[in-house]
């Protein structure tokens, strides 16, 4: 049964940082690529960042470019996100999703399984 369980979310200050984690299983992990999806209150769901199953591939949106980084430990069937320079318009649910393929395709349509989101809130 696949499962994606994310975890680092939480209160930031702006400019500060955290490191969100990805927990899979249920699935050859490397053979699927792996994405970071944020939504805000009254906002669409957006591509934040996306990485291939294996070749390392990454895909980063232009609003988190230089701040954010994405990597995954196949070996620990683990995804991060480590967000630096964090601004307050980056405060959302951010929701781990496996896509459909190992290469990715940074969309929502692009992903079948998404986890349940973690809060990340980012205020004075």
């Known amino acids: 049964q696949v499962q994606l369980a994310e975890s680092g979310g939480g209160l930031v200050q702006p400019g500060g940082s955290l490191r969100l984690s990805c927990a899979a299983s249920?699935?050859?992990?490397?053979?699927?690529?792996i994405g970071w999806f944020r939504q805000a209150p009254g906002k669409e769901r957006e591509g934040v960042s996306c990485?291939?199953?294996?070749?390392?591939?990454?895909y980063y949106a232009d609003s988190v470019k230089g701040r954010f980084t994405i990597s995954r430990d196949n070996a620990k069937n683990t995804v991060y996100l480590q967000m630096n320079s964090l601004k307050p318009e980056d405060t959302a649910v951010y929701y781990c999703?496996?896509?459909?393929?190992?290469?990715?395709?940074?969309?929502?349509?692009?992903?079948?399984?998404w986890g349940k989101g973690t809060l990340v809130t980012v205020s004075s």
């Open positions: 999703a496996k896509g459909f393929y190992k290469e990715y395709y940074c969309s929502v349509s692009g992903q079948d399984f």
């Open positions: 990485i291939s199953g294996s070749d390392g591939s990454t």
């Open positions: 249920g699935f050859t992990f490397d053979h699927y690529s």
